[in-house]
């Protein structure tokens, strides 16, 4: 829960984040996988 409310917190502070992505291993922390489920916007 206090993972939870730090990130909720941490978020409001960033101006201009639109996507978030969760990543459960190296592979999923491509640019070509995180172009594609940002939908081409990074």
């Known amino acids: 829960m206090i993972y939870a409310s730090s990130k909720d917190r941490f978020k409001r502070e960033l101006d201009g984040i639109q996507v978030e992505l969760q990543a459960t291993d ?3 922390m491509g640019l070509d996988v995180i ?4 939908g081409g916007a990074a």
Do not use: G, I
């Not at 172009?35 to 940002?38: I, L, V």
């Open 26 to 28: 190296p592979t999923e």
């Open 35 to 38: 172009k594609s489920r940002a």
